[in-house]
């Protein structure tokens, strides 16, 4: 299974980014799929999930009505678009890929927010 972030770069605050995780290895419309986050020195965090079908989603507080998370089954890959973007959310981006019987986690990708 390979989970593969892209998207991640440097943009000054009030930006916008999309991030991408493209899935390999597993059958992604069987997987509830998420973003999380790491700051330096932090817990990683959630982000957004979306559910299997795409027909849910959920975010965290901190970035509700400026994150859209979305999943394209056809291409086996889940998007994050960010917008209106704060130096707060500068940190690492990590999909993840749930089922009950176990997770999966994407290497990465890098947000830096520039005040």
């Known amino acids: 299974v390979q989970l593969q972030a892209s998207g991640g770069g440097l943009v000054q605050a009030g930006g916008s980014l999309r991030l991408s995780c493209a899935a390999s290895g597993l059958r992604f419309s069987r997987y509830a799929m998420g973003w999380f986050r790491q700051a330096p020195g932090k817990e990683r965090e959630f982000v957004a999930a979306i559910s299997f079908s795409g027909g849910s989603t959920f975010y965290t507080d901190a970035v509700k009505g400026r994150f859209t998370i979305s999943r394209d089954i056809a291409k086996n890959t889940m998007y994050l678009r960010m917008n209106s973007l704060k130096p707060e959310d500068t940190a690492v981006y990590y999909c993840?890929?749930?089922?009950?019987?176990?997770?999966?986690w994407g290497q990465g990708t890098q947000v830096t927010v520039s005040s």
């Open positions: 993840n890929a749930w089922q009950t019987w176990g997770d999966y």
